[in-house]
């Protein structure tokens, strides 16, 4: 069993930035891929970046390449997404997930564990 709990959000203005962070109580952490997904009101939850269990490996969803940053911390069993020129269609509840299989694993379905998310609103 893996607990994971989301911190970091907020309301921000465009162009602001934020750190998110999600802290994961297992021993196994670095035997985890984890994913940062995301759901805005009435849609869908995305998928927004992966980390692979070492860390040297990334995926992003194109709506954030080049400014979301995702990297985790084996030591400190957490994983971290920095989030940069926020727009006010970032604003979501954000999710961390947890899988033993791909970090590139785009759908929800492969992931057995997750946060009860955090809020980040970003006004224009």
């Known amino acids: 069993q893996v607990h994971l709990v989301e911190s970091g959000g907020g309301l921000v203005q465009a162009g602001d930035s934020l750190r998110l962070s999600c802290a994961a109580s297992?021993?196994?952490?670095?035997?985890?891929?984890m994913a940062w997904f995301r759901q805005a009101p009435g849609k869908e939850r995305e998928f927004v970046a992966g980390?692979?269990?070492?860390?040297?490996?990334?995926y992003y969803a194109d709506s954030v390449k080049g400014r979301f940053t995702i990297s985790r911390d084996n030591a400190k069993n957490t994983v971290y997404l920095q989030l940069n020129s926020l727009k006010p269609d970032d604003t979501a509840v954000y999710y961390c997930?947890?899988?033993?299989?791909?970090?590139?694993?785009?759908?929800?379905?492969?992931?057995?564990?997750w946060g009860q998310g955090t809020q980040v609103t970003v006004s224009s």
């Open positions: 980390i692979k269990w070492s860390g040297d490996s990334t």
């Open positions: 297992t021993r196994t952490f670095s035997s985890y891929s």
């Open positions: 997930a947890a899988n033993v299989g791909s970090y590139y694993a785009t759908s929800t379905i492969p992931y057995d564990y």
